[in-house]
């Protein structure tokens, strides 16, 4: 889980930091990434909610993908975790896809794989033109290095070089990785039962959370591997069209789930971002889904956003500033475990992507 800006909306002050990274710099702040043109108009949900004629999501179904997940161990590049969980997403995604694409590719000598399943839309034998991407990242971080594990108050080494990291203390990764995952897993199983209008690309991307952050003056270095690979691949093949937006989840498992607004999802997409938000609220999960409340993280939405696919971005804030006590506290920790995750909170995630999915023209 990746680089976070948070916005204090009381002074109106950009602070940013990511695992000790320092703050965002004025310049930072006053100068945005230039927002791309969104190709979805706002659409606020119909009198009628697709809910009742669609199936249901389960969010038990769901935690039993996380917990799956985290039976093979930490999955940072190279483990053998993460060549097991690679083999059972693949597996997985089978059952249910239409197609399954995956993108094989390498850093600094290891393996690396986006994981694709492709959805035609309800009544047709192709992929779509502009299919819904939805996506969230299946490896977790080999370190322990958040602003509340023990290890990193200690000072523990970590040490990145020409091989990576040392690898001490790799983090579990329960919501940081596998609630997102889980989640697309379970709409898998609901889009393969019923077919929505529109077409969806499954999209797990590798190696978000492997690299420094820190590196590169702060533009971090074998960081967003995979979705800056689907960025500039995706075109090559014709399976995955020309996504209409995209919605990433990201550390969507954790108890007292929070999700605000997220800055950059705001500006590059905020048709689909004010229909979703919209949609939390008819379904009754407006205590987590906050429209009156917001932060900025710096995630796998960027890259494709830079690419021209108009991408939100759902996650609990990382525990920092405004946040410290109610964004995930278990980030980039040891303690990043099931027990600390819930399936209510992946039902609520579950449900209005559905919705969002199954009530789009």
């Not at 590049?77 to 094989?104: F, P």
């Not at 075109?235 to 989840?249: A, K, Q, T």
């Not at 956003?305 to 946040?323: C, R, S, V």
Request: charged content about 20%.
């Amino acid at each position: 889980m990746p680089l976070v800006l948070i916005l204090f909306l009381a002074g109106g002050l950009w602070a940013g930091c990511q695992s000790g990274r320092a703050p965002a710099s004025a310049e930072e702040a006053r100068n945005p990434p230039a927002v791309s043109a969104e190709v979805t108009q706002v659409r606020r949900p119909q009198g009628e909610l697709a809910r009742e004629s669609r199936p249901r999501f389960d969010g038990e179904r769901a935690f039993v993908h996380l917990k799956k997940q985290c039976a093979f161990g930490p999955r940072y590049l190279g483990s053998r975790g993460h060549a097991e969980c690679r083999d059972y997403l693949v597996t997985e995604m089978k059952k249910y896809a239409d197609e399954v694409v995956t993108q094989d590719f390498s850093y600094r000598g290891m393996p690396l794989s986006n994981i694709a399943g492709v959805f035609y839309p309800a009544g047709s034998e192709k992929p779509a033109a502009s299919p819904v991407l939805l996506l969230a990242h299946w490896d977790t971080r080999p370190i322990a290095d958040g602003p509340n594990a023990p290890e990193n108050r200690r000072g523990t080494p970590y040490r990145y070089g020409p091989r990576g990291w040392n690898r001490l203390d790799p983090i579990p990764g329960a919501s940081d990785g596998a609630s997102g995952v889980a989640v697309l897993l379970e709409l898998a199983r609901l889009f393969h039962s019923k077919k929505p209008s529109v077409g969806v690309v499954i999209l797990l991307v590798d190696g978000e959370d492997y690299g420094d952050f820190q590196a590169n003056n702060r533009k971090g270095e074998g960081v967003f591997l995979g979705s800056r690979y689907f960025a500039q691949h995706y075109r090559r093949n014709p399976v995955f069209g020309n996504p209409m937006y995209g919605i990433l989840l990201d550390m969507v498992g954790g108890k007292n789930l929070l999700i605000p607004r997220e800055e950059f999802s705001q500006q590059y997409a905020p048709g689909t971002n004010e229909r979703v938000f919209r949609i939390a609220q008819a379904l009754g999960y407006g205590r987590i889904f906050r429209w009156d409340r917001s932060h900025m993280v710096e995630d796998d939405h960027v890259p494709l956003n830079e690419a021209g696919i108009p991408t939100i971005d759902l996650l609990h804030p990382l525990p920092f500033g405004e946040y410290a006590t109610t964004g995930y506290v278990h980030w980039h920790t040891l303690q990043d475990v099931p027990e600390n995750c819930s399936a209510q909170s992946l039902q609520a995630v579950g449900d209005v992507v559905a919705e969002a999915i199954y009530s789009e023209r």
